[in-house]
Nanobody
Framework: VQLVESGGRLVQAGGSLRLSCAVSGRTFSNPVLGWFRQAPGKEREFVAA????????AYADSVKGRFTISRDSAKNTVYLQMNTLKPEDTAVYYCGAAPWGTASSNDYDYHYWGQGTQVTVSS
């Protein structure tokens, strides 16, 4: 499975960004796709996750109400719409894929990872 993230850039606080994660390679019937982020000097943390049917979603408390995860089955792509961005959202954002399961916040459930995309929010 290959995951390629895109959409990260420099944005001012209060602005919006949409990240994309294109999925290719081996397919599973109902995989779980998750977004995680890692800021300098910090551990990777969960942001949001969705199973491919769209019936199961999860968000970190820090992004609830601001971020929305979605997927486009026809394009094999998962999105992370980020609104009302804050400087503390600055991080490298990674897309992870799990072959099955529910929308997990545990990074060890995800077997495949992309290379990451940098999001920088200026104050």
């Amino acid at each position: 499975v290959q995951l390629v993230e895109s959409g990260g850039r420099l944005v001012q606080a209060g602005g919006s960004l949409r990240l994309s994660c294109a999925v290719s390679g081996r397919t599973f019937s109902n995989p779980v796709l998750g977004w995680f982020r890692q800021a300098p000097g910090k551990e990777r943390e969960f942001v949001a996750a969705i199973n491919w049917s769209g019936a199961n979603l999860a968000y970190a408390d820090s992004v609830k109400g601001r971020f929305t995860i979605s997927r486009d089955s026809a394009k094999n792509t998962v999105y992370l719409q980020m609104n009302t961005l804050k400087p503390e959202d600055t991080a490298v954002y990674y897309c992870g894929a799990a072959p099955w399961g529910t929308a997990s916040s545990n990074d060890y459930d995800y077997h495949y990872w992309g290379q990451g995309t940098q999001v920088t929010v200026s104050s």
